[in-house]
């Protein structure tokens, strides 16, 4: 789902020029499906899937071109590879948790 939404999100972050509100609207989509999955009995697993892979797309689209407004040119490259090492961090440890 995210290969293929994130080029469509991407374009709208652009044109609305409201990355904050994206965010902000992927957080809400990210929280109200975890929600689902933890409290509602009948929620089916492929609308959460589907719309993880949705919510994971808009933050994507609209968190990392933020990087580049917020952080100074001469550190733009360590900034990036921060994001990238607490990205797979996050990663690693929901794995691990998973496994435990």
């Known amino acids: ?43 089916p697993p492929t609308v959460g899937v589907v719309g993880m892979g949705l919510s994971y797309s808009i933050c994507a689209s609209a968190l990392w071109p933020c990087v580049a407004i917020v952080v100074p040119m001469e550190k733009l490259g360590t900034a990036y590879g921060l994001m990238t090492a607490f990205q797979n961090l996050g990663l690693a440890v929901s794995l691990d948790l998973r496994l435990a």
């Open 1 to 43: 789902v995210s290969a293929a939404a994130c080029p469509v999100f991407g374009y709208l972050v652009d044109k609305s020029g409201r990355a904050i509100v994206w965010l902000l609207f992927s957080m809400c989509l990210i929280a109200a499906i975890q929600y689902a999955y933890a409290y509602v009995e009948w929620f």
